[in-house]
């Protein structure tokens, strides 16, 4: 069987990650594991003398331990795995979920899952006290974004978004076409070619324009192959990153 790993922190948005996780898991009839990440550095540093927590309504003081953030971490950790445990068992998806010290880079790097969907952190300097409201992210539109740049990969990651949106259902898919791709007319016309019924294509020209789409339709998942990280010195990733998008990588093809 399959393998969908879900690499999350205590600040990843699980609102929007779970719903795309179990998606995928379902269409892929895959398993589904989680993996949290504890963040050592937010505990090492409650240790510190100098450390304190401030309300963030009322912007009083309060005395903090490395225990006491420690203890909080692993609450979230013991709700974030209920909530994967309620939506695995309702859709009969096979899931597990494991805790470690590695970052989520690290995770997503050094997995060999087949597909992997990140759960950017908010930020690793949030208090602890609204660790809960940080993970919270304006809620996604019912749309499958695809990044189609003219390779090989393109192809496969936009087969496999077909068929998560026909699946659902409910899902448009979209796909935005890197301007960088499309060489010569001959080109254009073969990339719009494979546009089917119900697919949406929007041209972008830089990475700016694609920043400003991913702003603007905010989808529910956007699909990348792990090839076209690489071929674009991670410029895609840069962006998906820096909006917080629900994203999957997906591996090579075999």
């Not at 989520?104 to 930020?123: F, H, L």
Request: aromatic fraction near 4%.
């Amino acid at each position: 069987m399959s393998r969908i790993l879900l690499a999350i922190d205590a600040f990843s948005p699980l609102d929007q990650l779970l719903p795309a996780a179990i998606l995928l898991a379902s269409r892929q009839h895959a398993e589904l594991l989680a993996v949290f990440s504890q963040d050592n550095s937010l505990i090492r540093s409650a240790a510190l003398l100098c450390t304190q927590e401030i309300g963030a309504n009322s912007a009083i003081r309060y005395p903090v331990s490395s225990t006491s953030i420690e203890k909080r971490v692993q609450r979230i950790a013991d709700g974030m795995r209920q909530r994967l445990s309620t939506a695995a068992d309702r859709q009969q998806i096979p899931w597990g979920f494991q805790q470690c010290f590695s970052s989520i880079s690290q995770i997503t790097t050094e997995t060999d899952a087949e597909i992997v969907i990140p759960g950017w952190s908010v930020s690793p300097w949030v208090g602890p006290e609204s660790l809960h409201r940080t993970s919270r992210r304006t809620s996604t539109n019912p749309v499958i974004l695809v990044i189609d740049d003219g390779l090989p990969c393109s192809a496969h990651v936009i087969e496999v978004a077909r068929g998560l949106a026909g699946a659902s259902g409910k899902l448009q898919l979209i796909i935005l076409g890197l301007h960088a791709a499309f060489k010569s007319g001959s080109d254009r016309q073969r990339m719009s070619a494979h546009v089917r019924k119900g697919e949406i294509r929007i041209p972008v020209a830089s990475m700016g324009q694609l920043i400003r789409q991913l702003q603007l339709l905010c989808p529910t998942l956007t699909l990348v192959g792990r090839e076209q990280l690489a071929a674009t010195d991670n410029q895609i990733h840069k962006a998906l990153r820096s909006i917080k998008c629900p994203l999957a990588l997906l591996g090579r093809m075999h």
